[in-house]
């Protein structure tokens, strides 16, 4: 394993769902399936789109968790509800104002509609310092920012240009891979 | 820039030094309250008493119009109006109870006010911080008018008009207008107005927002600008009165005060006013045509006019009472206003908690029940019932509750147990269960307060400024 470097497990960019800061969430919905019917299941599941600007930069990453949070209805209610975490309410409290509320507030699927119209830009997440990993990175530097950060993924550069996207999920096949090696050989 | 501004200006860059991180920016909001002529216009005064230790010190600060008590020091601070009352202070070899901690008090606790604007601001009550059980600290702190911070060290704060802290240790927080704070101790928070939140973690959490809308016809504070709205002109409206009485060498309130109570020689008493036995009115007080039976009493800022008060009823700072019949036993929490009108008046029931930061403005007659609890923003009888409760019921809560906009989360016993225990302190602390030899409280002991006056530089670089001070038995 100590011999991976971050280049070794990336997914090169070129392979990757990508959509421009202009699309909607419904583009970029439509691009992540595209991405998986283009490639080899086993190999590559996506469950992230890139965004890029008009220059191909990367800009943000949209996540299966984002298109989520996006089609959720929002109203103040709903907004002020969430807000009273602040205050030292216990999780299920607000659960169960959420599902108390749910029941006469709007639905998801009444939402969708909206929310397919809504611009990518408008829910990704922009890439914070911890999420660039260099290409030349070992693994054990790649697993310290995926721990750190908490991040399930991480943008792979190569000096000033993002080249790929580096998974947790390709990391952990990697580490489980070398569990089973060591085992083997003990 | 004279020495006054060049103070103020130091004063806003810490507080926007410690709230840096809430992005939020004091000096649009405040800089403007404090004109600098007001500054050297009034005098201030302090109390001495044998019932009261006294150690005030005064190092580079205005005080205009400021009344003080007890023990208190303040350094680089600018005080416009304001009360720093300390006659509930902890004593030496006094014991103070948190949680399971029996902490004792190893010299007479002091208001230390540092580097802080107030204004028009009420600071009563004693620290009920732990960590400082002798020093109720204010710092780096700036509160406009009608604040009340109560039993609440501050540092690096900032408290909107009518806003209240209430036995809370507060760091680096913004507390929006009208909004009320008790919850132990908080951090880096900022409060929107109208927020009454009361929490004691592992017991109880109540929350309730007052709608934006219709508290902005009450009290709306924006940058650049007075603070606005119903609450203000009201004190607007009644500001003459006080200054006639502040002007004055001897006052006769032209009322008569039974020998256990106490009518302060700076609150305005208007007729046909009763002051029944074991009453007290404090200074800043505003009684008007009202009768005010045994034990009952009327803290800094409170209004009563056109209004019957049983007796036992506590009115706590800043609270308002117009065109009303209370029952016995009735509590009407901190910055409260309660308006009836002349054919429709508010009648509220025995032993009913009017919750802090209540406003009842009803249109046509409104009457609650006795044994009620009631919160928030009521203008009619819908609204009384989506904001009440019998306490009965409230008590019976477990473990979660919202109606309307509040949300209550723990034991209901235990948050009802612990207003009713506060109440009973209040009363005794007061002096409305003096029995003519035990239990004297407030009301009896202020009889034996005579007043002193101070004044600032009236020209030069220093106008508006005091100087050093320190006054000591």
């Not at chain 1, 470097?5 to 919905?29: G, W």
């Not at chain 2, 007796?311 to 117009?322: E, F, P, Q, R, V």
């Not at chain 2, 002991?445 to 009236?458: C, G, L, M, V």
Request: aromatic share 10%.
């Amino acid at each position: 394993m100590e011999n991976y470097t971050v280049k070794d497990l990336m997914v090169p960019i070129s392979e990757y769902a990508t959509v421009s800061e202009d699309a909607t969430l419904y583009d970029a919905v439509m691009a992540l399936e595209k991405a998986q019917e283009e490639f080899d299941h086993n190999k590559y599941r996506h469950r992230a789109v890139l965004i890029l600007n008009h220059k191909k930069h990367v800009i943000g990453k949209l996540s299966q968790l984002d298109v989520l949070r996006a089609i959720e209805p929002r109203d103040a209610k709903i907004d002020e509800i969430d807000d009273i975490t602040r205050f030292g309410f216990s999780e299920p409290f607000v659960n169960a104002m959420r599902e108390k509320y749910r029941l006469t507030g709007p639905l998801i699927k009444n939402a969708l509609d909206t929310a397919m119209k809504i611009k990518v830009i408008d829910c990704m997440q922009a890439p914070s310092e911890g999420e660039y990993v260099g290409e030349t990175a070992s693994l054990d530097t790649a697993i310290h920012q995926l721990v750190m950060g908490t991040h399930l993924s991480l943008l792979v550069t190569r000096k000033n240009e993002i080249v790929g996207i580096l998974r947790m999920s390709d990391v952990f096949a990697a580490v489980f891979h070398a569990m089973k090696q060591s085992e083997k050989k003990e | 820039m004279k020495e006054l501004e060049k103070l103020y200006d130091r004063i806003i860059q810490r507080v926007n030094i410690n709230l840096r991180e809430l992005e939020f920016d004091v000096k649009p909001f405040v800089w403007t309250l404090i004109p600098p002529e007001q500054m050297s216009k009034f005098y201030a005064f302090y109390g001495i008493s044998p019932d009261h230790p006294l150690s005030l010190q005064f190092r580079h600060c205005g005080l205009a119009g400021s009344y003080f008590l007890g023990r208190c020091s303040l350094t680089n601070s600018l005080l416009y109006k304001s009360d720093i009352r300390g006659d509930e202070l902890k004593k030496k070899g006094d014991i103070f109870h948190f949680k399971n901690f029996k902490i004792s008090v190893s010299k007479d606790e002091e208001i230390e006010i540092e580097d802080s604007a107030l204004i028009k601001t009420l600071v009563h009550n004693y620290s009920h911080d732990p960590e400082t059980p002798e020093k109720f600290f204010i710092k780096d702190t700036v509160s406009t008018h009608y604040a009340n911070i109560h039993g609440s060290p501050s540092e690096g704060c900032f408290l909107g008009p009518f806003a209240t802290i209430d036995l809370t240790t507060m760091h680096d927080c913004v507390i929006g207008s009208f909004s009320y704070v008790q919850a132990g101790e908080i951090n880096h928070l900022k409060i929107k107005p109208g927020t009454i939140w009361v929490r004691n973690p592992g017991q109880f959490n109540f929350l309730y927002r007052h709608p934006v809308e219709k508290l902005h016809q009450y009290i709306y504070f924006t940058p650049g600008n007075q603070p606005q709205g119903l609450l203000i002109d009201f004190m607007e409206d009644r500001k003459e009165a006080f200054q006639r009485i502040f002007d004055l060498v001897h006052v006769d309130h032209g009322v008569e005060v039974p020998k256990s109570a106490s009518l302060d020689r700076y609150a305005v008493t208007k007729p046909t006013t009763t002051i029944s036995e074991n009453v007290l009115v404090a200074q800043r007080a505003f009684i008007q045509n009202s009768f005010l039976g045994r034990g009952a009493n009327a803290q800094e800022n409170c209004f009563i006019i056109n209004s019957h008060l049983e007796g036992y009823d506590i009115t706590a700072h800043g609270a308002k009472i117009i065109e009303a019949d209370m029952g016995r036993n009735v509590f009407v929490g901190f910055n409260s206003f309660l308006r009836g009108r002349p054919n429709c008046r508010l009648t509220i029931g025995k032993e009913s908690i009017v919750m802090p930061h209540t406003i009842i403005d009803s249109r046509k007659p409104l009457s609650i029940p006795a044994g009620h609890i009631v919160w928030g923003m009521i203008q009619d009888q819908n609204d009384l019932e989506a904001n009440s409760l019998p306490i009965n019921t409230f008590s019976k809560i477990e473990n979660r509750f919202s109606k309307g906009d509040l949300y209550f989360e723990g034991s209901g016993q235990a948050f009802v147990s612990a207003f009713q225990n506060r109440i009973q302190h209040i009363l005794e602390a007061n002096g409305a269960l003096f029995d003519g030899s035990k239990n004297m409280g407030h009301a009896q002991k202020n009889q034996n307060i005579s007043f002193n006056t101070i004044q600032p530089y009236p020209k030069g670089d220093l106008k508006g400024l005091y100087p050093t001070i320190v006054i000591q038995p």
